[in-house]
């Protein structure tokens, strides 16, 4: 009762609030971002699920076993099944060879149809699947047919009436290298087109939907039974375009909340630390009064805990609206709407409130507890050895909590790093700093001289508040560097003109008449490549099935046949890593090498048609895959392959003016393949723009979050500067000194946080750029410009904003208290 009775006393005059509000922040801030961050995942998911088709798909050579149907539909899932095949589809006076998908009525489960009822549209989504007697046609395949809509076609033996023409079908997305133009029929139609006969090349697909724990139980039993290369897609698999896409959206989101759990850290720290100060002289009371050391830790913990507890509810419930408020703001830039908020995120906050106040008040508290009577006797005593263990266990704290929050320790190890190198510069720097300021104020009699003065004469306080703010311009500006720089640099990956359109099976026979009509119609083409298919076979002389028994974690180049090509130079899209392009030997992509462990000087042994070649790794090259030119893993010596049949692959760019003329053109080329990438692309850079405007919505809120910060560490100083105040109006300083000095005092602050800041803010982001995100590193000089200019200003209308009662406090007032 008597902690109970300190505690509504101490509510009522304000001395617990500073902590409470800290506390609230902290788990505001961690549950409102964490809430919406899963959102967004959750969404980018759905966007995900909706390319594929469903929520996971496994494909494979044999119809799809009914067992696996009825499993699911036990499991509460939703299921489709699709056929896909090459077959020829005749209409008018024409035939062309097509790759035929025939769906369920259901299909797809995710998603929408894109169709259109003129050749070439943009498309209008459509989310049931060609009825029965019914087909639908890519522009492309229509245009090579030349039929229209109304008109009869005949897929085998099955006539069908084209509806629509297609655009886009979701299950495209996951079989980018069927290359021949697309057609789309119903399920039912299926056995009347009479092409599934022994020996047919179909691929069966089995499409399931449902929720989250019911899909994660019906995996874990498929995945007993399914068999050699069978294996379960899901919508963010790596490996897969929109699956990178996903992944890099979700490391972009983590650094945001990771950088809300250091932001919440320095505020627990700030608040902790005032809480503790104002109450050591209490407990050295109560200590006089004969209060004993097990009675004043029931009293602490009985306190914290209800501030924690308060803490919690009022930051989870603060941290609802905010997360509802960001998603609400973000609902008009978004392609879809939000998913519903899983509370048990919730759990984030809680675990932020607890850590926090065990890393940031255990030190001080056990001071609390150790406190001496004589305290009573100096009540404005500095914290002393305890400022360092609390620095030590709000540093462990803050890490603990960032690995939690971001799943993993790669993040929070980069961030904690930028960290400790920005503390030892701030204190290297800010006490040289300092001391050079205490010389230059010898006799102060002016405000730039007192303010000047003041950098040193609080040199604990003033160096924790450098660092402050050092953290805050710090975090700020790696935050802004990200949406500036780095997604940026992400969206850049897809260029605007990349090519969108691949070639295959060419004949050199056609190359002319191709390349002529690009370059007539200005059209963006990369360079024509051969292609001869071959299989490496052996490594250094021993064959890869020894090497790689039961085909476990076998490297690409080994697993399946590839395109091999030759080449008198390195085309656009690759850089030279290593070796001697112009040897006479195999020059080998940089990651291929790496999975199959190979380098320079190794051999490896290719059989191209049947015939087996033995040659060094002369050369590593590095591909930039998102630039859509034609690549290889291998490339072989012309000697070896030009006395090979081969068929030429290119690349173009098409837009909607030389579209539809492009393909009316390759209408003449009938036995020339396409392959349309431009709609996945385009799906790409949608997710990419929607998470550039999520992380605006985040900076926002987190930048608003470190004003606070600012403010509250500007009031944990504000009686040591009451008093001084008062002391300089005692001695006959009047408004307008005083107020210089508070300017300069926080004006060199700023200025000096900001120039720490950026370099700080500069080797997290090479560190970001280098180790998560995998780009090239780039340095940004603008922040060395933005960081010292956005510190002075804003350090210093803060700080004198927070202090500004230190310009009315009259003499009388430190006159009584002394």
């Not at 969404?43 to 149907?69: C, H, M, T, Y």
């Not at 009825?131 to 639908?136: D, T, Y």
């Not at 995996?219 to 890099?248: H, M, Q």
């Not at 539809?660 to 997710?687: C, H, W």
Request: with cysteine; net charge neutral.
């Amino acid at each position: 009762m008597f902690a109970w009775r300190l505690l509504l006393r101490e509510f009522k005059t304000g001395d617990v609030l500073t902590l409470l509000i800290a506390l609230v922040l902290s788990v505001a801030t961690v549950t409102g971002i964490g809430l919406f961050v899963d959102r967004l995942q959750q969404s980018f998911e759905v966007q995900s699920a909706n390319l594929l088709g469903a929520d996971r798909s496994v494909r494979r050579d044999e119809p799809i076993p009914q067992k696996w149907i009825d499993d699911a539909k036990m499991a509460g899932l939703e299921t489709a099944q699709t056929a896909s095949f090459s077959s020829m589809v005749f209409g008018g006076d024409g035939l062309q060879l097509a790759q035929v998908t025939a769906v369920a009525e259901n299909y797809p489960l995710r998603g929408e149809f894109l169709v259109d009822d003129a050749l070439f549209g943009v498309g209008k989504a459509l989310n049931e699947a060609p009825k029965a007697g019914k087909i639908w046609l890519s522009s492309r395949l229509a245009s090579l047919l030349d039929v229209k809509l109304g008109d009869s076609v005949r897929v085998g033996e099955a006539p069908l009436t084209v509806t629509r023409f297609l655009v886009r079908d979701p299950g495209s997305a996951t079989s980018a290298f069927s290359i021949a133009p697309r057609a789309i029929i119903n399920r039912l139609d299926l056995a009347s087109t009479q092409v599934i006969i022994p020996g047919a090349r179909v691929r069966y697909a089995f499409l399931y939907a449902g929720d989250a724990e019911a899909l994660e139980q019906f995996d874990a039993a498929l995945s007993s039974t399914l068999g050699e290369g069978e294996r379960i897609r899901t919508p963010i698999e790596r490996g897969e375009r929109i699956g990178n896409t996903v992944n890099r959206a979700e490391s972009f989101l983590l650094l945001a909340g990771t950088l809300a759990v250091v932001m919440s850290g320095v505020a627990m720290a700030l608040a902790s630390a005032r809480y503790v100060k104002r109450h050591l002289t209490q407990f050295a009371v109560m200590k006089t009064m004969g209060a004993t050391p097990k009675r004043l830790v029931r009293i602490m913990v009985f306190q914290v805990s209800m501030i924690t507890l308060l803490g919690i509810m009022l930051g989870s419930g603060l941290g609802l609206l905010i997360q509802g408020l960001i998603a609400d703001l973000l609902s008009s830039l978004m392609n879809s709407s939000l998913p519903s908020p899983s509370l048990n995120k919730l759990w984030l906050g809680v675990a932020t409130a607890i850590i926090s106040v065990l890393a940031f008040c255990a030190p001080l508290l056990a001071r609390l507890v150790n406190v001496p009577p004589l305290r009573v006797l100096q009540p404005n005593a500095g914290l002393q050895v305890s400022s360092t263990s609390l620095f030590v266990f709000g540093l462990v704290g803050m890490y603990g909590l960032m690995v939690i929050y971001a799943g993993g320790w790669r993040l929070p190890s980069i961030v904690m790093i930028g960290l400790a190198v920005v503390t030892g510069l701030v204190f290297l720097v800010g006490w040289g700093l300092f001391a050079i300021s205490r010389k230059l104020s010898k006799q102060s009699t002016t405000g730039w001289q007192l303010g000047l003065a003041a950098l040193h004469r609080r040199l604990v306080s003033n160096l924790f508040q450098l660092l402050v703010f050092t953290l805050i311009i710090m975090l700020s500006l790696v935050l802004v560097g990200v949406q500036s720089n780095l997604i940026q640099d992400w969206q850049a990956q897809v260029p605007e003109n990349t090519p969108n359109h691949y070639l295959f099976n060419v004949q050199e026979t056609q190359l002319e008449g191709i390349r002529n009509y690009t370059q007539e119609n200005k059209i963006t083409a990369s360079d024509w490549f051969p292609m001869v298919r071959g299989r490496v076979i052996e490594i250094n002389g021993e064959a890869v099935d020894v090497l790689f028994p039961d085909r476990r974690n076998e490297p690409e180049i080994v697993e399946r046949e590839l395109n091999l090509t030759w080449a008198d130079q390195i085309g656009e899209g690759s850089t030279l890593v290593d070796g001697d392009f112009s040897a006479a030997g195999v020059s080998i992509e940089q990651e291929a090498a790496i999975e199959a462990n190979v380098g320079l000087g190794d051999e490896l042994t290719i059989n191209v048609g049947g015939i087996d070649y033995s040659l060094p790794i002369t050369s590593i090259r590095a591909v930039d895959w998102q630039s859509m030119q034609p690549n290889f893993y291998l490339i072989l010596p012309q000697s070896v392959l030009s006395d090979y049949q081969a068929n030429y692959v290119s690349s173009v760019f098409l837009d909607d003016t030389s579209a539809a003329g492009f393909y009316r053109f390759m209408a003449n080329y009938p036995t020339v393949s396409m392959l349309n990438i431009g709609e996945l692309l385009k799906q790409v850079q949608d997710i990419i723009a929607q998470l550039a405007n999520a992380l605006k919505i985040v900076l926002t809120f987190i930048l608003g979050a470190g004003a606070l910060v600012l403010i509250a560490s500007v009031r944990s100083t504000l009686d040591e500067r009451l008093e001084e105040g008062a002391l300089l109006r005692t001695l006959g300083a009047t408004k307008k000194i005083v107020r210089q000095a508070l300017l300069i005092e926080f004006g060199a602050l700023g200025l000096f946080a900001g120039l720490i800041g950026a370099a700080g803010a500069e080797l997290a982001l090479v560190g970001l750029q280098h180790f998560v995100f995998e780009m090239e590193v780039t340095f940004h000089p603008l922040l060395w410009v933005v960081g010292p200019l956005a510190g002075w200003g804003i350090v210093t209308i803060i700080g004198v904003f927070a202090s500004r009662a230190v310009l009315k406090v009259p003499p009388i007032r430190l006159l009584r208290s002394i």
